[in-house]
């Protein structure tokens, strides 16, 4: 019992103490803030660092004392420094201004007590002789005069810009009004006037304010380094006019070589493009052969390899043009690329399935075809599409994926400067084939604009349950989709008016029961001979 209570007495007086040595910890060292050492309106030095147990304000306080006690000696105030195991001292007259220690200097960035005590030995030099400038009346009055004299300059340059202004709007005006009236077409003009005047206006008004405000930028950094309190800004504003002009024309300088090389790579690649163009133009006009080349396929792929010439003449290129290497134009070029990715995937397919199209031949310009459902001659086959003027004068435009996808049935091929055209009617059995075969044959030789050679024929395409369908493949030699249509519509006509002569029903008969009489024919009724065309089989056969 005596033992428990003695323990807890005991945990009892440590508690405060522990928190009492926790309360008296001493806070954590903070950085001493910066104090500069300042001569009127430019800065001699910036102190850093403590030296001695003195802060960096109290360095500069006691700096700017001992400047004062050196400017009142009188002296010829020559700043210098000197070197010693502790840094570097900056002296006036002979006199101690303040240390340069090696905490005061930026070593990352390759700085030195000794380089750091020139530069502020240096500035030390400017701003006592702006002190001095500030107290001779003789300096003022010059200064003003200069600053009245660069006023004027000012004034007069402003003067002539706007005059010269004036004066190039009316010749723009005048010049431009005449030259693109010139301009032409059929006796159209294709340019206006007003709108590219007015852009050109635009243009010398924003050339006239950036050469007015640079000029008000020249005269201000002149003005403010004549007044020697305010020397350092005008120094400041004519040194980042000079880094901006040295930046300006060392990056022009750096991307001419760059350019030279693009203009390399154009030059080279407009003679190949000419190059090959001369070579398919030979091969349009028939004077060259090729295999697998030939008028119709060597438009498409002159075109392609004039653009694979200058994509792969862009890739060489891309790496010397100016600012190809920075982030926002890689980004750029990053977002195109995606966009054409994720949006030109059906473009690319139609593309693909025009050159499909074109290589197989599958069609051609003029041909008559049928895709799907649409009937017509082919108007144009291109990349992306094919358009078709059926016979009613309707234009059809496909998507050349959708062509691809469909059974193509060109009827232009069979017979070169001919169409194929064919119809069908389905005769009972108990007529004699013979006299449908001839029947047929003669309508077509009655029809007007069907070819005589190759000869009309017919064939049995079916031998369905009730009736037999006979198909007349003839050949046309229009071209024109209205006309084709009008002779189709034309041998229907001559069909129905021979089959009526002969007493022949256009029917399909059907029977729901199994008729008394089987529907043959009978052999007195067969076709004479005469009447049997010469690609049908003999009488009797």
Not at 37 to 44: D, I
Not at 131 to 155: F, K, T
Not at 214 to 239: D, K, S, T
Request: proline share 5%.
């Amino acid at each position: 019992m005596l033992l428990r209570t003695f323990f807890c007495l005991f945990l009892l007086a440590l508690s405060p103490l522990g928190h009492a040595q926790q309360m008296a910890a001493p806070p954590a060292k903070t950085q001493a803030a910066a104090a500069r050492l300042a001569v009127g309106n430019r800065t001699v030095f910036v102190f850093r660092a403590m030296l001695s147990g003195y802060s960096p304000q109290d360095r500069a306080e006691a700096a700017d004392k001992r400047l004062e006690r050196a400017l009142a000696q009188g002296g010829p105030q020559q700043a210098s420094i000197r070197s010693i195991a502790e840094g570097t001292q900056v002296l006036l007259d002979g006199s101690l201004l303040f240390l340069v220690s090696p905490g005061d200097v930026n070593a990352l960035a390759g700085d030195t007590t000794d380089l750091l005590a020139h530069e502020s030995a240096a500035q030390l030099g400017k701003a006592l002789l702006e002190r001095r400038e500030q107290r001779s009346p003789a300096y003022i009055a010059q200064a003003l005069a200069l600053c009245a004299l660069a006023s004027a300059a000012l004034a007069f340059f402003l003067w002539l810009l706007a005059a010269l202004r004036r004066q190039a709007r009316r010749r723009l005006e005048a010049i431009l009004g005449r030259r693109l009236a010139q301009v032409r077409v059929r006796n159209v003009r294709i340019l206006d006037a007003e709108h590219l005047v007015h852009f050109m206006r635009l243009a010398m008004d924003v050339a006239v304010w950036f050469l007015g405000l640079l000029a008000a930028y020249v005269w201000l950094a002149f003005v403010l380094a004549r007044i020697p309190f305010a020397r350092n800004w005008g120094e400041r504003l004519q040194q980042f006019l000079l880094d901006t002009a040295a930046d300006i024309g060392s990056n022009v300088a750096g991307a001419i070589p760059g350019l030279l090389l693009v203009a390399v790579i154009a030059i080279l690649a407009r003679l190949a493009s000419a190059t090959l163009a001369s070579v398919f133009k030979r091969i349009e006009s028939g004077e060259l052969h090729f295999g697998w080349l030939d008028r119709d396929t060597a438009v498409p792929t002159r075109r392609l390899g004039t653009v694979v010439i200058w994509l792969f003449a862009l890739a060489m290129a891309y790496p010397y043009l100016p600012g190809s290497h920075t982030a926002a134009f890689q980004g750029v070029t990053v977002l195109a690329g995606l966009m054409l990715s994720i949006g030109a995937s059906s473009i690319v397919g139609q593309g693909a399935a025009g050159l499909i199209l074109m290589y197989t031949r599958a069609l051609r310009k003029g041909d008559y075809v049928s895709i799907g459902e649409v009937q017509g001659t082919v108007l144009e086959s291109g990349i992306f599409d094919t358009s078709v003027r059926t016979g009613l004068g309707v234009d059809v435009a496909m998507p050349n994926a959708w062509v691809l996808s469909n059974t193509i049935k060109n009827y232009s091929r069979a017979v070169p400067g001919a169409y194929v055209l064919d119809t069908t009617v389905t005769i009972g059995y108990d007529t004699p084939w013979r006299q449908v075969y001839a029947m047929l044959e003669e309508a077509a030789a009655t029809t007007e604009g069907i070819a005589a050679e190759p000869r009309p024929y017919v064939i049995q395409s079916a031998l369905s349950d009730f009736y037999i369908e006979y198909k007349l493949v003839a050949c046309s030699v229009l071209s024109s989709p209205s006309s084709r249509a009008g002779l189709i519509s034309l041998l229907h006509q001559k069909v129905v008016d021979v089959f009526h002569r002969e007493g022949v029903q256009i029917m399909s008969p059907h029977f729901t029961q199994e008729p008394r009489q089987p529907h043959i024919v009978a052999p007195i009724r067969q076709w004479p001979c005469a009447f049997v065309p010469s690609s049908s089989p003999s009488c009797g056969s």
